[in-house]
């Protein structure tokens, strides 16, 4: 996804938008819980330095599985190499950047998901968008399904990840999640806000799919 993603779109009514071969795998715009706006799009090095930036902000509780590393220098290393060896999301707000998503490493049947939302904006849903974000770019890959490790007593996160159709595999030590891409409601974090979101309009009920996003989560950046 470019910066250019959005060029093409009128405005932040996507509800009539049907999609076109030149959409991202994910429409970029974003309405929060608190009716801000937001557009996710793939990162670009040169997100580097506002990540970095972001991430200066996150504590101990903000943290999981010891990410993002405490130490500037551990830090930057990492960023350097999700950047370099994953395929990243941000979110994006009035030029700032508040939310990095990933999976990695991009040539794994089933790489790793990972979501941090900087602590100021979390509980408003972006977590959530960036995790589908993350699940539609790697379907749109080819990849077979994607893992996750959370921390067991992360209750919020776990709740998150079962709204976006995540399955416990593991409860030995952090809990591991999977997911099948061939699975139904990952296959529709693909669709363009008209068949997620309905028409404004009357339509055929044949012609809507089931409203999987119907069910929104508290988030893990929620």
């Not at 830090?75 to 990933?102: C, I, K, P, T």
């Not at 997620?196 to 893990?220: C, I, K, Q, Y």
Request: charged share 30%.
């Amino acid at each position: 996804m470019s910066h250019d993603a959005t060029a093409a779109c009128d405005g932040w009514d996507g509800s009539e938008c049907e999609g076109t071969v030149h959409c991202p795998p994910r429409c970029p715009r974003f309405v929060d819980k608190q009716g801000a706006r937001w557009t996710i799009r793939s990162a670009v090095r040169e997100d580097a330095a506002a990540l970095a930036e972001m991430y200066e902000c996150f504590g101990t509780a903000d943290r999981a599985q010891g990410l993002p590393p405490v130490a500037r220098s551990r830090r930057a290393d990492w960023l350097d190499s999700m950047l370099d060896e994953g395929s990243n999301v941000v979110a994006e707000r009035d030029g700032e950047l508040f939310g990095h998503a990933m999976y990695t490493p991009t040539d794994a049947a089933r790489p790793e998901l990972a979501v941090f939302v900087h602590p100021a904006m979390q509980g408003r849903g972006v977590g959530t968008e960036l995790c589908r974000h993350v699940i539609a770019d790697a379907d749109a890959g080819g990849r077979e399904g994607l893992e996750l490790h959370v921390e067991s007593g992360n209750r919020v996160a776990r709740s998150v990840y079962r709204t976006v159709g995540f399955e416990l595999a593991d409860r030995r030590g952090d809990i591991r999640m999977t997911l099948d891409l061939d699975d139904p409601i990952a296959t529709a974090v693909r669709w363009p806000p008209l068949a997620r979101e309905g028409s404004a309009e009357p339509v055929p009920r044949e012609a809507t799919p089931t409203e999987f996003d119907g069910v929104r989560a508290a988030g893990a950046d929620d």
